[in-house]
């Protein structure tokens, strides 16, 4: 089998280094920057000295926030450059194709309807489910009209769905205080969450990363063409597989724990091609670091600004990520009419 | 726990059957829970012509047997002018457009505000009832949460040190000096930790903060609403549910204050029975 994990190709290892030391930069931040004002120094200074409270606030606060934020923005980053490789589409991303909205819809189903209750597994298994058949749909309908205009329109239609029926869902759950809920399913947050959370969802994002991970090469002999693919010997059935389900399997387990967040996915790797160009299997694993190291900049920023309610963290990806996605939008437009 | 709250039903069925004050009284309807406190609190029984769809649930409403007795609405228009209401009771969070087209109907709509404290908790609960043309209930019912409080304070003087109380939403939210919040814990004899931090106004609370602070009691509000949901994230926290399982607990059901009003008095009883001792006072 083809799908051995990608080696890093040599000339993208300076890259590499350089996300890695950002990361690395980027999660102490995360640890010694919080909610209260302290100096990041003496933070350091009494952490080390062993004081019990900034234990507390250190590991048992900010670290697990951290370690989701990076987990998260992993998977987002990554499904988001597998998803432009298999949809032959510069704007995919599961945010705005919907898989994200989706995911959140299996989760409130979840949550709203009993089935979390009954088993810690159903949540993230729900979510991943929504996130599935979203994917599903949408790769099916790039296989009829490979038009990448047209996909993202059902993505904007399945997008709508999945919110629409997910409003439904909390209008109807026995609580009167649920719809206040759809403001995180819709632009997600890290705050508060602890060590459960990323136990619940790690597992998940880890056999999606390897599936998407082990894509690279297959991917790269698609932007040739199925036919040309298929020529190549890549089984187009279960690079198809491996991808939707690596999608189905990141963004549900991200999106069960934080809501949907949405442009990580759309703004690592087109941050990258610069450096790796259009070859899917470059861009997958530093797409996987620039995503963590985008959403780890993200939950510093919505920690730093001083707002009397936190902001949520799909308020400052979106602000990134519009911009972004409209140059594209116009960029694609010049290319193919 | 002393069922304190219903001294006034006997008056009330008297007033109801007294067929001289049914005759003037504006037929009523309420929107809205807090809506609905307010209506079936101050109203002739005779007057009320709908709660709303909260109104029976006992968990959010003190009036909940009380209102099995009435219809209840959405709130729509149409059924509102169907049911010929005079005076529609609501929170003053409803959209404009909704207000100017029930008042084009002929529908008083009368926007309940959020009193934050006690002498604006008085005056609002006697503007209601005046609204309602029932000023002599208003009246009892601000004389009997000034008793309850006197009472309280009665307490809070022979307690000594107050306790130093955190108060929470499941979300993290929190009340700073300025809210009702801050007036029942006071009333009730407990320091309001987010005051005590400078905090002004809702707000939330930061588990950061709460690591570094040591209250005596927490105080938790409209926790059984959630289940185990994002909103509920704070609620669920390792470090949030240390400081639970740390000092005695006091879970304030919603229908105590599901809004500001006379009631708040209750709220505060409640918590007063079950204060514990200050740590300074031990």
Redesign the interface.
């Known amino acids: 089998m083809s799908a051995a994990l990608q080696v890093v190709a040599p000339q993208d290892r300076r890259l590499m280094l350089g996300l890695t030391a950002l990361l690395i930069g980027l999660a102490a931040a995360g640890l010694l920057v919080?909610?209260?004002s302290l100096n990041p120094w003496r933070t350091l200074a009494e952490l080390l000295g062993g004081d019990p409270?900034l234990a507390?606030?250190v590991w048992?606060?900010?670290l697990p926030r951290v370690v989701l934020g990076l987990l998260v923005g992993a998977s987002l980053g990554l499904s988001g450059a597998a998803l432009q490789g298999l949809l032959r589409n510069p704007l995919a991303e599961p945010g705005i194709l919907g898989v994200s909205a989706s995911a959140g819809l299996g989760a409130v189903l979840a949550?709203?309807f009993g089935l979390?209750?009954a088993t810690l597994w159903a949540l993230p298994g729900c979510a991943l489910l929504g996130a599935f058949a979203a994917t599903l749909f949408l790769a099916l309908l790039a296989m009829r009209d490979a038009s990448p205009m047209s996909l993202i329109l059902a993505g904007v239609a399945v997008s709508s769905l999945a919110i629409a029926l997910t409003s439904l869902a909390l209008n109807l759950a026995p609580?009167?205080?649920?719809l206040?809920?759809m403001v995180?399913?819709l632009l997600g947050?890290l705050?508060?969450?602890?060590?459960?959370?990323v136990a619940l969802a790690a597992p998940f994002m880890a056999v999606g990363w390897a599936l998407l991970l082990s894509a690279g090469r297959e991917l790269d002999a698609l932007t040739l063409g199925e036919d040309a693919a298929r020529s190549l010997g890549v089984g187009l059935g279960w690079l198809r597989a491996r991808v939707i389900g690596g999608t189905a399997l990141t963004v549900g387990a991200a999106t069960a724990v934080t809501?949907s967040v949405g442009f990580v996915g759309l703004i690592a790797p087109h941050l990258l091609r610069p450096w790796v160009g259009y070859q899917p299997s470059r861009v997958l694993w530093p797409s996987a670091l620039a995503g963590a190291a985008l959403l780890a900049a993200a939950d510093l920023a919505v920690r730093l600004i001083p707002t009397?309610?936190?902001l949520m963290l799909g308020v400052v990806t979106a602000l990134l990520g519009v911009p972004f996605f409209v140059h594209l939008l116009l960029r694609v437009r010049r290319t193919l009419p | 726990m002393i069922d304190c709250g219903r001294w006034w039903r006997p008056l009330a069925l008297v007033l109801g059957l007294s067929p001289l004050a049914a005759l003037a009284l504006p037929r009523a309807a309420s929107l809205t829970?807090c809506a609905d406190q307010y209506l079936l609190g101050l109203a002739d029984p005779s007057q009320i012509v709908a709660v709303s769809n909260?109104a029976t649930d006992p968990g959010?409403s003190l009036f909940a047997a009380e209102a099995r007795r009435y219809p209840s609405t959405r709130g729509g228009g149409e059924e509102l002018v169907a049911l010929r209401v005079e005076v529609v009771l609501t929170d003053r969070w409803m959209p404009l457009p909704v207000t100017e087209r029930l008042e084009r109907f002929g529908i008083r709509v009368v926007q309940i505000p959020l009193p934050e404290t006690w002498d604006d908790i008085a005056a609002t609960t006697r503007a209601i009832a005046a609204e309602l043309e029932r000023p002599e209930q208003g009246a009892a019912r601000v004389a009997d949460m000034r008793a309850r409080l006197v009472r309280l304070a009665a307490r809070r003087e022979a307690a000594g040190q107050a306790p130093l109380a955190a108060y929470f939403l499941p979300d993290?939210g929190s009340a700073g000096s300025g809210t009702f919040i801050d007036a029942v814990l006071r009333a009730a004899g407990a320091r309001n930790l987010a005051a005590t931090l400078g905090r002004n106004g809702w707000?939330?609370f930061?588990?950061?903060?709460l690591?570094?602070a040591a209250p005596d009691v927490v105080v938790t509000g409209?926790f059984d609403?959630?289940?185990?949901?994002?909103?509920m994230?704070?609620a669920?926290?390792?470090?949030?549910q240390r400081l639970l399982a740390g000092v005695p607990t006091i879970a304030v059901p919603d229908r105590y204050w599901i809004c500001s009003g006379w009631f708040l008095a209750e709220a505060a009883e409640y918590i007063a029975e079950r204060l514990p001792a200050a740590a300074g006072g031990l």
Do not use: K
């Open positions: 919080g909610q209260l409270r507390v606030i048992e606060i900010r949550l709203y979390a209750q609580n009167p205080l649920a206040s809920e995180l399913w947050s705050r508060d969450r602890g060590l459960s959370d809501g009397h309610q936190e | 829970p909260y959010q993290g707000g939330t930061n588990l950061e903060q690591t570094l409209f609403q959630g289940g185990d949901t994002l909103r994230a704070f669920r926290h390792p470090v949030f």
